[in-house]
């Protein structure tokens, strides 16, 4: 079993920065790609970011492609998403996810995660 806790997520005017932290209960963490997802008040939840196990290989969804970063550090057993010029479509409440294929590799459907955080608050006000 993998445990994910999320923090960092909070409200930021349109155009500010945040950064999202996971912290995976796991003694096998490079093992495992991980993502990130959202989910906006009645919409479906949809991908953000994913990252390879050992971080080399990232994919990103259009919506946030050059304004996101996915990043991790296998020694702490933590991914981030730094978020940057943000905007008010970016509200949602965000999720982490382990995939459930120990294999390391990067996945962006959802049903690839077998393991998801409680997810974070992340408003952006106009």
């Known amino acids: 079993q993998v445990q994910l806790v999320e923090s960092g997520g909070g409200l930021v005017q349109a155009g500010g920065s945040l950064r999202l932290s996971c912290a995976a209960s796991t003694r096998t963490f490079s093992i495992y790609g991980m993502g990130w997802f959202r989910q906006a008040p009645g919409k479906e939840r949809e991908f953000v970011a994913a990252?390879?196990?050992?971080?080399?290989?990232?994919r990103y969804a259009d919506s946030v492609k050059g304004r996101f970063t996915i990043s991790r550090d296998n020694a702490k057993n933590t991914v981030y998403l730094q978020m940057n010029s943000l905007k008010p479509e970016d509200t949602a409440v965000y999720y982490c996810?382990?995939?459930?294929?120990?294999?390391?590799?990067?996945?962006?459907?959802?049903?690839?995660?077998?393991?998801w955080g409680q997810g974070t608050q992340v408003t952006v006000s106009s």
């Open positions: 990252i390879s196990g050992s971080g080399v290989s990232t």
């Open positions: 996810a382990a995939t459930r294929f120990r294999d390391g590799n990067v996945y962006y459907g959802v049903n690839a995660y077998g393991y």
